[in-house]
């Protein structure tokens, strides 16, 4: 299996700020990479695919690079409504393998 | 729009089988534009993949998962169903469905709200 690991694990920011996780994959992904944001007692909900392409509806402050092994995810000017758990997800083959998550909190 | 909503029951016996229904609106589970998938998530493991079914008959499993899982469709209900045997606390997760287009691959764009299950004697 591809084993997908996020930093940091948990964050604490500033309404307004600039926001950067990373993800790594144990092999190529080409750019079979997907991030996904999570609120509790909600599903997960798709934000980025292909690594960079940005989801329908999804604002344009998420924002997402890399390709092969290593990924991240950006999100410009954080809201308050982007307090959430973030995960990443590779789609390059099955069993499909999602990152541990990475928890966003305002200080 | 497409919509995903799972049940089921929310207690089941150890060494029972678990039995989960997706119920699908927006799209028909015989369709050969979506992978229909089931995915898992606990406190302890994250988020795990279960499986898809394709076309009504092609599936794929976790290869952990997959002497114990069967994932069927009800066309005639327009569900895709989650049998798991031989379950033990470990099974204790909250259970999505969700679906992904064919034409981009695996990424999950849509889910259902999840249904719990305990696994408890």
């Known amino acids: 299996d591809i084993q997908m690991t996020q930093s940091p694990s948990s964050l604490s920011t500033s309404m307004g700020d600039r926001v950067t996780i990373t993800c790594r994959a144990s092999?190529?992904?080409?750019?079979?990479l997907n991030w996904y944001q999570q609120k509790p007692g909600q599903a997960p909900k798709l934000l980025i695919y292909s690594a960079s392409t940005l989801e329908s509806g999804v604002p344009s402050r998420f924002s997402g690079s890399g390709s092969e092994t290593h990924f991240t995810l950006t999100i410009n000017s954080l809201q308050p409504e982007d307090i959430a758990t973030y995960f990443c997800q590779q789609s390059y083959f099955t069993p499909l393998t999602f990152g541990g998550g990475t928890r966003v909190e305002i200080k | 729009q497409m919509h995903l909503k799972e049940s089921g029951p929310g207690l089941v016996r150890p060494s029972g089988t678990l039995s989960l229904a997706c119920t699908v609106s927006?799209?028909?589970?015989?369709?050969?534009?979506?992978?229909w998938t089931w995915i898992r998530q606990t406190p302890g493991k994250g988020l795990e993949w279960i499986g898809y079914i394709y076309s009504s008959s092609v599936t794929d499993y976790s290869p952990s998962l997959k002497s114990r899982a069967t994932i069927s469709v009800d066309t005639s209900r327009n569900q895709l169903s989650l049998k798991l045997r031989s379950v033990t606390a470990a099974d204790t997760a909250v259970y999505f469905c969700?679906?992904?287009?064919?034409?981009?691959?695996?990424?999950?764009?849509?889910w259902g709200q999840g249904t719990p299950v305990i696994v408890s004697s």
């Open positions: 927006g799209d028909s589970v015989s369709s050969v534009t979506h992978y």
């Open positions: 969700a679906s992904s287009l064919v034409s981009r691959g695996y990424d999950l764009s849509v």
């Open positions: 092999q190529s992904l080409g750019t079979y």
